[in-house]
């Protein structure tokens, strides 16, 4: 599935998001939101590989270029708020998908909205990431950017120096890396702020959870899992064989082929 156009959408606090949008806009398809350290144009493999709906549209969160900023008041509530606009928009949307810190934003949101089916890949939820807001802040202060992204991926994610070393020689992945790291403390503390309800997407008819196979059981991403897991009971849950919390990197079109089949289930 080809790009078609991208949209900028106004939302609250004088902010606004843009979406990437796949096929044909004004057909029944697939929302995804990507979580922290992302935006819509690494999603775009994924969204490529995606043909079970006639439509996909990609929400380039705020906080990330083109879209607006985060603003003074940010918080999950405007997360979901602004996912709101963007279903307004498209409301004839039959799938939400997120990823991470966006899974979450997708199963709080339907809590609040009847939809037909959410999808969520490796969600993460308070705790997560807490014992890293010091050093995250101290970063921030000093728009010390290289220090975030060695914060993210040692302290948060658990990934070796080497692995460090090895983002850091690619220039280009690494000035991404760097880019993507300017609203992270305001997301990680947002992530954090208070507890999600007792249960999530209760509004959903179908609630789909993926975990990545080499995440099972392990910290960070699967113990979050296994805790989010828990406040969406009526959840089946699906494996995503050899991969970990960076699927839609490492392999899109393996992500896509496993969405495509979760929507004819």
Not at 90 to 100: C, M, N, Q, V
């Amino acid at each position: 599935m080809e790009q078609t156009i991208q949209k900028r959408l106004p939302v609250g606090g004088d902010s606004w998001v843009t979406v990437d949008v796949y096929g044909e806009p004004d057909t029944p398809g697939l929302v995804v939101v990507p979580g922290v350290m992302s935006d819509a144009h690494t999603w775009r493999h994924v969204a490529g590989s995606v043909d079970a709906w006639p439509s996909v549209v990609v929400v380039n969160r705020r906080g990330r270029a083109p879209s607006g900023a985060l603003t003074n008041s940010y918080s999950l509530r405007t997360e979901i708020e602004d996912l709101g606009v963007v279903l307004d928009e498209f409301d004839s949307a039959r799938t939400l998908f997120g990823w991470s810190y966006g899974g979450l934003i997708t199963l709080l949101a339907a809590n609040e909205r009847p939809i037909p089916q959410v999808i969520a890949y490796e969600p993460v939820m308070r705790p997560f990431g807490r014992h890293a807001l010091p050093d995250l802040k101290v970063a921030e202060g000093t728009a010390d950017w290289d220090r975030c992204v060695e914060i993210v991926n040692r302290q948060i994610s658990g990934f070796s120096a080497a692995h460090v070393d090895g983002l850091r020689a690619d220039p280009h992945s690494w000035a991404t890396l760097r880019r993507l790291s300017g609203p992270l403390y305001a997301e990680l503390s947002a992530l954090n702020a208070e507890p999600p309800p007792d249960l999530m997407a209760q509004q959903a008819e179908q609630a789909d959870l993926i975990i990545g196979q080499r995440n099972r059981g392990t910290a960070p991403y699967g113990t979050s899992f296994d805790h989010v897991r828990q406040h969406v009971v009526h959840a089946e849950v699906h494996e995503l064989p050899g991969q970990g919390h960076l699927a839609h990197i490492q392999a899109p079109a393996e992500l896509g082929h496993l969405l495509n089949n979760l929507a004819a289930i």
